[in-house]
């Protein structure tokens, strides 16, 4: 399959000692500055989930900064990806930055339809939103992004069917997963085009899920807000979901839907809502978790 993706390289663990493992990493440094003229990267595990262990950006010319990142990363034991950092798209209209970091899915053995945005707070994952190809434009991106992004997606569901995975015994293997991606600038021998590039393949179970199953209802119900997003909060120690639920059902338009995913006290919680356009579902996602915060049922974040 042809996807596209961002200048990186792997710099595997195996049984490589500590000093091994940190050349190479040298070298793939050495190698993003010399062929694409890239000044930072990211050190990433592959791992890893929800943002963890990500360092960065690393300034490549800093070959001391990225030796001391390699050598405390060989620690975990598994394989690092050094990656070249993104300046991201943001979404224009959101109420606060959003990156523009589009996920693609396969559900049930088929390519699920449109896409949707992670709502980050860096690189930890908070929610996601759907967005279809007139609500890119709406929102004044770059369709051809969003065209790049849904054949990448056909690409790797038609590797899944092919010949050659009648031989490798992965045919039709692919029935749940994602692909993150990122769209952004990276500068170097790029300048100031904007890049989309696949950074994050789960090809299980993934958070993305919850925000498809209360979108798939909401279809179905034929709901006049058809836009919907999702965001995770920490629930007190003494909310319980019924009264989620209601704190969360009497503070919406009659027009709009919404949803108490989870709510596991003093461990984390996940509200869904409509809207008639992304930005809108989004804003209502976070009204709801600070109702919740006022009601004593969600702990404040940091800050």
Known sequence: MAIPVLPGYTVARTDAPAERFVEEAVRAATLLRRRYGLTQAFLKPSESG????????????DIALV?????????????YLLEAAVDYVTVPGARTQCPLAPSGHIRNGAIAP???????????????????????ERCGLAVDLYDDMLRAMHDIHAAFLSEASTVDGSHGGLV????????????GVFSDRVLTGAIDFNFSSHGAELLRAFHEQITAEQAPEHYTATRVYRPTGTATLAETRAA????????????????????WGMV???????????????QLVDILTAAGLARKTDG
């Open 50 to 61: 929800s943002g963890a262990r990500i360092v960065g950006p690393i300034d490549l010319q």
């Open 67 to 79: 030796r001391t990142a390699v050598a405390d990363a060989h620690r975990y034991g598994d394989d």
């Open 114 to 136: 449109g896409l949707t945005l992670q709502i980050l707070d860096r690189f930890s994952w908070e929610g996601n939103a759907y967005i279809d190809r007139p609500e890119w």
């Open 176 to 187: 749940t997963g994602g692909v993150d991606f990122a769209d952004g600038r990276v500068g």
């Open 248 to 267: 969360v059902l009497t503070s919406i338009p009659l027009t709009a839907r919404a949803e108490v995913i989870a709510c596991v006290p003093n461990r």
């Open 272 to 286: 869904a809502s409509t809207g008639t356009h992304m930005n809108q579902a989004m804003e209502r996602t976070h």
